[in-house]
Nanobody
Framework: QVQLVESGGGLVQAGGSLRLSCAASGRTFSHGALGWFRQAPGKEREFVAAISWSGGSTAYADSVKGRFIISRDNAKNTVYLQMNSLKPEDTAVYSC????????????????????WGQGTQVTVSS
């Protein structure tokens, strides 16, 4: 059974940092893109960041560009999201997503581009 399990969420003050992790089990995603999405209360899910299976290409939402960094460790089947200079508007449930296979530099920005999803981890940024 395939599972994506996020960790690292929590409560942080504005300006602080958090590092999210998403560990995959049940199969390898070393040849698929990985991504992070978030959903705030009363809002639709939105794209945050994605990384190609090679790690050679990344994509970010404009709202997080320059503050968040996505990375992956294929040996550990894990994707990370380093979040710096956090703002109250970053408060949301953050979920990771994975594709089984993708082209070398693909970085999907929409939900249908992914095959598996984690349950999410809450990130709350206080002002």
């Amino acid at each position: 059974q395939v599972q994506l399990v996020e960790s690292g969420g929590g409560l942080v003050q504005a300006g602080g940092s958090l590092r999210l992790s998403c560990a995959a089990s049940g199969r390898t995603f070393s040849h698929g893109a990985l991504g992070w999405f978030r959903q705030a209360p009363g809002k639709e899910r939105e794209f945050v960041a994605a990384i190609s299976w090679s790690g050679g290409s990344t994509a970010y939402a404009d709202s997080v560009k320059g503050r968040f960094i996505i990375s992956r460790d294929n040996a550990k089947n894990t994707v990370y999201l380093q979040m710096n200079s956090l703002k109250p508007e970053d408060t949301a449930v953050y979920s990771c997503a994975a594709t089984i296979s993708s082209n070398l530099y693909d970085t999907p920005r929409t939900g249908p581009g992914y095959d598996y999803w984690g349950q999410g981890t809450q990130v709350t940024v206080s002002s």
